[in-house]
């Protein structure tokens, strides 16, 4: 018999407050696009950019978190603590990457 029940991730606990933050991100960018076909000013528009992007990041530092506290301290625990370790940092310069 399948487990019916969705797997408890590093996020789990704080979830309400991550879809939250997301929906609020996703109301920013819509708020862009309405700058954009409002011919708004472009330092204006860039503003929210950056402001989108530190939001974003802040999301992403609270999912690390999350994941090397729950999952790789869980992984570690099963032995398989470096390929946690080797995925986490792998994810770090994901991030890291940009423009």
Do not use: F, W
């Not at 398989?80 to 986490?88: F, P």
Request: aromatic fraction near 2%; proline fraction near 1%.
């Amino acid at each position: 018999m399948a487990n019916s029940e969705a797997p408890t991730r590093g996020y789990t606990a704080t979830k309400d407050q991550l879809q939250t933050r997301l929906r609020r991100i996703e109301g920013q960018v819509r708020g862009i696009e309405r700058m954009v076909e409002d011919d708004r000013y472009c330092i204006d528009i860039l503003t929210q950019i950056s402001a989108i992007q530190a939001a974003l990041d802040k999301v992403a530092l609270g999912l690390l978190d999350g994941h090397v506290r729950h999952c790789v301290a869980e992984g570690a625990e099963e032995g398989k603590g470096d390929a946690m370790s080797t995925e986490l940092m792998a994810a770090v310069g994901r991030l890291m990457r940009r423009g």
